[in-house]
């Protein structure tokens, strides 16, 4: 039960999930039931025909950069074209699709970013964030995603620092941090980046 309360799924504001644990052959899986389980066990079904991205996988040898990168756009690629496939066959409602399409997304920049964490920002090989679209972090229907706000927090870090993380009080990188979240985000996004960093750089 606990392993299962790690696992991913999605729910609409509105929708009612009822959840099932499934005891099959010793080891318990989660089911749903009504209208929508195809769409709450979007995720499930998705990992056990890809499995999760395996960062740590790729970070070793010449150019863990590039070859990092390809690992983590072809999962993602192949996530949407499992997306595609599954929601066309079960005739899934459109905005389902669009906010599963958005957490995929927002799974994939978090992949791309990992690796940035450890180093500094000029050691990022140029047009690493290429398929970064910055206008994804307007969306303000995303707020209720996690991981999309840490998301929010890791870019801007990289965005304002040479550093990734170094520096953090110092008042340039605080300066820094401000005119990053102005430029880059907007709404509760940019006040809630701006509003930490201000808070942070008092202590």
Not at 77 to 85: G, K, V, Y
Request: net charge negative.
């Amino acid at each position: 039960i606990l392993r299962l309360a790690n696992e991913p799924f999605i729910v609409i504001p509105g929708d009612t999930v009822y959840v099932n644990i499934v005891n099959s052959e010793g080891e318990p899986t989660l089911s749903f039931e009504g209208p929508k389980h195809l769409e709450h066990s979007f995720l499930i079904r998705l990992n056990e025909k890809l499995g999760r991205f395996m960062n740590d996988n790729y970070l070793i040898g010449e150019n863990p950069f590039e070859k990092y990168k390809v690992a983590a756009t072809f999962h993602f690629d192949s996530s949407l074209l499992f997306l595609e496939n599954y929601f066309v066959k079960q005739k899934t409602n459109e905005s389902f699709q669009q906010t599963a399409k958005d957490f995929l997304t927002t799974q994939y920049y978090l992949n791309l970013i990992y690796p940035v964490g450890t180093t500094r920002k000029e050691n990022v090989p140029p047009g690493y964030f290429d398929t970064v679209d910055k206008d994804f972090f307007r969306k303000m229907n995303l707020l209720g995603f996690r991981e999309f706000i840490l998301l929010a927090s890791y870019y801007n870090n990289f965005l304002s620092l040479a550093s990734s993380f170094d520096g953090y009080y110092d008042s340039a990188a605080v300066g820094a941090r401000i005119n990053s979240a102005n430029v880059n985000f907007e709404g509760e996004v940019k006040d809630h980046w701006i509003g930490k960093t201000v808070i942070h750089s008092d202590h």
